[in-house]
């Protein structure tokens, strides 16, 4: 199961084809990556077709802007071929509907994998592997979960402000010079109150015997097992496979140059 | 470069990282509606690039308060880790989104040897995190695809935007906190209080 990989290992399988993709222009790739994707997140992990499509489909949605926008002001390198679709005066040609339709596959591959990761990986578990496989320093690590624990405060700490606010008679406010204070009002002291949080957490580390050093013990040990290997050369080898694929059939588009 | 980091500045930067994470989430569902609102125009495009300079207000913030190097990269860095804690539909890219515009923001106080701290330093560390997040933005999303005119119109847009919203809201921003007093144990704090005793010594 997908939630079991090693965090690390499965953030690298991700940006691998996540960077790479940005270099196809043609439908074929991304569209065949994506399909390959969509069937990887249902055949290896528990989460449930409801809540991805949930997610997933406002990004359909958002693509489709993408698109048509990109298709509207197609620069003059993919602009070419017979006019597919003409009103007023916008001209709409093969090559821009193509290179549109490209990069919204590609953004909505983007999101697959995205939700790929973000729906089966635990935020502990992930600072833990960042800090054990990646070398990030034990000081960072912890001071990220300290700091990723008091988010649940920070709302606390909006309502006593608003309801401190409200008891000594000020309103809400009104018109830009208003909007403006009341920006102020209640950013600074929220940022007051965090940043003697993040000193009073930092004396507390510190007292208890944290030193930040690397060469520490580990509570959770977070190891790198074959399967995670697995995991990784299927997502990147299948994007090299679908880039062959569609070089050998003929689509393959890179940066806007035909590859043949 | 995490020795000379006191560990109350790694928790400081991260707790920064913590809160602009949450606000960077919201500005992208507003910059969302922003486009929605301009698309009808025909400059949707333009919609996130207004209020670009957001995301690297971090960078800024944390560098002006902590002066010391890698500061600005490292904050923007943790920013983006914990946006993706928080279940980001952006995921993992977005942490090399947040390496690349953060390396932008230090890049410029490299230049200064990261002695200097003035606006037009923080101001051009805005512009530069501007122009590494373009160049990367026009591979990774495509943009290079765009017209000509289209792509300097934006570029200059994020330019602007990262001046204002990064450069001068961080510097503001960073300047009333430490007149609440919270940043005495910080270089921003111990600066602005040499400032008042040499006032009142003169």
New interface residues.
């Given amino acids: 199961m997908i939630s079991s990989i090693n965090p690390s290992v499965k953030?690298g399988a991700?940006?691998i084809p996540?960077?790479l993709l940005?270099l196809m222009?043609d439908i074929f790739t991304p569209l065949i990556y994506l399909i390959f994707i969509i069937i990887v997140t249902f055949a290896f992990s528990h989460i449930s077709i409801k809540k991805w499509l949930l997610?997933f489909s406002p990004?359909v949605l958002?693509a489709l802007?993408f698109a048509w926008?990109?298709m509207?002001?197609?620069?003059?390198?993919?602009d070419s071929g017979p006019v597919l679709i003409q009103f007023w005066h916008i001209e709409i040609t093969k090559g821009a509907m193509e290179?549109a339709a490209?990069?919204a596959l590609?953004?909505l591959c983007?999101?697959a994998?995205?939700?790929l990761?973000?729906?089966t990986t635990d935020?502990t578990k992930?600072?833990l592997s960042?800090m054990q496989q990646c070398k990030l320093?034990p000081?960072?690590t912890y001071?990220?979960l300290?700091?990723?624990r008091?988010?649940p405060t920070?709302k606390h700490e909006l309502d006593v402000l608003r309801q401190a606010h409200r008891i000594r008679g000020v309103g809400r406010a009104k018109g830009i010079r208003g909007r403006i204070q009341q920006f102020?009002r209640y950013?600074?002291?929220?940022?007051?109150n965090?940043?003697?949080?993040?000193?009073r957490?930092?004396?507390a580390?510190?007292s208890k015997g944290?030193t930040?050093e690397r060469e520490r013990t580990h509570y959770h040990e977070m190891k790198v097992t074959k399967r995670d290997w697995y995991f990784f050369g299927t997502l990147v080898g299948t994007f090299f496979l679908v880039v062959f694929l569609s070089y050998s059939l003929g689509f393959l588009n890179i940066?806007?140059k035909d590859i043949n | 470069m995490?020795n000379q980091?006191?560990?109350?500045e790694?928790?400081?930067?991260?707790?920064?990282?913590?809160?602009f994470a949450?606000i960077y989430l919201m500005f992208f569902f507003f910059g969302?509606g922003l486009?929605?609102f301009l698309?009808p125009f025909?400059l949707?495009?333009f919609g996130y690039e207004i209020i670009f300079g957001i995301w690297f207000i971090v960078s800024i913030i944390a560098a002006y308060i902590i002066r010391k190097p890698g500061v600005a990269f490292?904050s923007e860095l943790?920013a983006g880790?914990?946006q993706?804690?928080?279940?980001?539909?952006?995921?993992?890219?977005?942490?090399?989104t947040a390496a690349i515009q953060g390396a932008g923001a230090e890049f410029a106080f490299a230049i200064t040897k990261w002695r200097d701290y003035r606006l037009r330093v923080l101001i051009a560390a805005g512009v530069f995190a501007a122009v590494f997040s373009f160049a990367w933005h026009l591979?990774?999303?495509?943009n290079?695809?765009?017209?000509?005119w289209?792509?300097i119109a934006t570029f200059a847009v994020r330019i602007v935007s990262g001046a204002l919203l990064a450069g001068v809201l961080g510097k503001w921003?960073s300047d009333?906190?430490a007149k609440?007093g919270?940043?005495r144990?910080y270089a921003l704090g111990k600066e602005q209080q040499e400032q008042r005793e040499h006032d009142q010594a003169v």
């Fill in positions: 953030a991700i940006l996540g960077v940005g222009f997610i990004f958002l802007g926008m990109r509207l002001y197609t620069s003059e390198a993919f290179v490209s990069l590609r953004s983007f999101v994998l995205s939700l990761f973000v729906l935020s992930f600072m960042l320093s000081k960072l001071g990220v300290a700091g990723y008091f988010l920070f102020r950013s600074i002291p929220l940022l007051a965090a940043i003697r949080k993040a000193e957490v930092a004396i580390m510190e944290f930040g940066f806007g | 995490t980091w006191k560990l109350k790694i928790v400081l930067m991260s707790v920064l990282g913590v809160v949450v969302q486009r929605n698309m025909g949707g495009e490292t943790i880790v914990v993706v804690l928080l279940g980001s539909p952006a995921g993992p890219m977005l942490i090399l591979y990774s999303s495509g290079i695809a765009l017209a000509t289209l792509i921003i009333q906190l609440t919270v940043l144990g």
